[in-house]
């Protein structure tokens, strides 16, 4: 989940972006994809510390969830996102959970949590993986079909907007390549035969699900 806060720079003309998340990965994907069109801040750069609950069960409703907590608290015109990976055989799973899908679901798989690695990112995907061999998901060189989703919730000028990217693929079984974060080293993209994790930030950032709702808020922003 991340959060980004909106404020006018009439001196420059610039628009400037405070993005809340305390994931390196994320903010430097961000500032790539957006480049120097705006003016991107963290929200520990602006002194803000506030853990806000995530209880949605859709990635727009925690996003909303997100930009409603900042205006009413902080009066910002703000926006925010959340994103997850979606396995259609896994009824959508991790979606909403992603980030936290190995605390909230290694147990009722029957799986050891301490078993699946130091930390989150490895958890998370050695959590999936096992579910997927478990149901036989990758019998017969089977690739079980899956997409990355990312909505933005804007709240500007009293008004709610939202932007959502999608981006189309599958699951392999084993984990390849060094780039990347969360669920990349095993997610391959629609019409590529590498995975997120292969295939650098450079393409990945010009064709993933936040790359796309980024744009979408961008072009929206400029207007």
Known sequence: MTIFVAEKSYKNKMTTLVFASNNAHKLDEI??????????????????????????DTFRGNALQKAQYIKEHFGYDCFADDSGLQVECLDNLPGVFSARFADKYSKKFGVDPAKLGDDKDTRNTACLLHRLNAIGAFDEGKHPKACFRTSIALIYDGKEQFFDGIVEGYIISEKRGNGGFGYDPVFVPEGYDKTFAELGNDIKNSISHRARAVAKLAEFLKK
């Open 31 to 56: 500032r790539s994809i957006l480049g120097d069109k705006f003016i991107i801040k963290s929200l520990k750069e602006i002194g803000c510390e506030v853990d806000i609950p995530e209880t949605a």
